[in-house]
């Protein structure tokens, strides 16, 4: 299987990996080298070893960039978090971690829990084709989303405007209520972002490699090590099935 998997590479030696800098708790540096440090980085490296080949990162702003370059057949595997929309253009293996998505209110606010956020004439920030905007996209009813370019666009988009609420990951939006008083994060959550990596279409056997590499990181506690190594314990879980 292995050197099936090599041969779908775009280069036999090297494994071409688009990284999403906008998440900063899956890449929390920089390597002296320039490389990307971090969980992310460190999966793909695993990858790398496992089929013997060296790793290139190929880095991106935001995970819609990252999709982008999986249309054009720009890297071998990409780490972002698992959309339906961005599985028509990615292959997905499972998840190896998680992070729970909630809303940034003000302390006024009349909502008490994540359900009563979807009521008409609400207007919520987000991080454009962020994960959980794609979610929200989805399944919201009545609010409306309004887009910004990253995650700090949307909270600078939410204090400027003074919007009802800001969509965001737990550790980011504990963040974002530290730096503005005035503010709370809602109880429970309406999702859990599944960080994965996929490959391009097209190679099966590279998948396959990938997927045994994930379930073998989960199992042998390999994911949990990577989340103490690099200081976002507490913030990432390891993926669990739904």
């Known amino acids: 299987m292995t050197n099936e998997a090599i041969a779908e590479l775009l280069d036999p030696k090297v494994l071409r990996v688009g990284i999403n ?18 969980i992310a980085p460190d999966m793909a490296a695993g990858i790398a070893d496992k089929l013997g080949v060296a790793v290139k990162y190929d ?13 054009r057949g720009a890297w071998d595997i990409g780490l972002i978090a698992i959309e339906p929309k961005r599985a028509e253009v990615i292959d997905f293996c499972d998840a ?14 009349p909502f008490r829990k994540v359900e009563d956020v979807d009521a ?21 009813k009545h609010a409306e989303l309004v887009r910004a370019q990253g ?3 949307a909270f600078e988009l939410f204090k400027r405007e003074k919007l009802d609420a800001l969509a965001g990951l737990v550790p980011a939006l504990r963040d974002n209520a530290a730096a503005m008083p005035g503010t709370r994060l809602l109880p429970g959550r309406y999702t859990a972002v599944k960080q994965a990596i996929g490959t391009r279409h097209g190679t ?15 199992a042998s506690g390999l994911v949990q090590r990577l989340i103490d190594k690099h200081g976002v314990t507490g913030k990432l879980a390891v993926a669990t099935e739904d």
Do not use: H, M
């Open 21 to 38: 800098l906008g998440n900063i708790l899956l890449v929390t540096g920089t390597k002296p080298n320039g490389d990307p440090d971090g």
């Open 120 to 140: 008409p004439g609400v207007r919520i920030a987000v991080s454009e084709r962020a994960a959980y905007d794609l979610y929200l996209s989805r399944t919201l």
């Open 204 to 218: 099966p056997a590279l998948k396959a490699v990938v997927q045994d590499f994930i379930a073998e990181a989960v």
């Open 96 to 109: 190896y971690v998680q992070i729970e998505a909630t809303y940034l209110v003000p302390d006024t606010s």
């Open 59 to 71: 880095t991106f702003a935001t995970p819609g960039e990252v999709a982008d370059a999986a249309e």
């Open 151 to 153: 995650l700090p666009g």
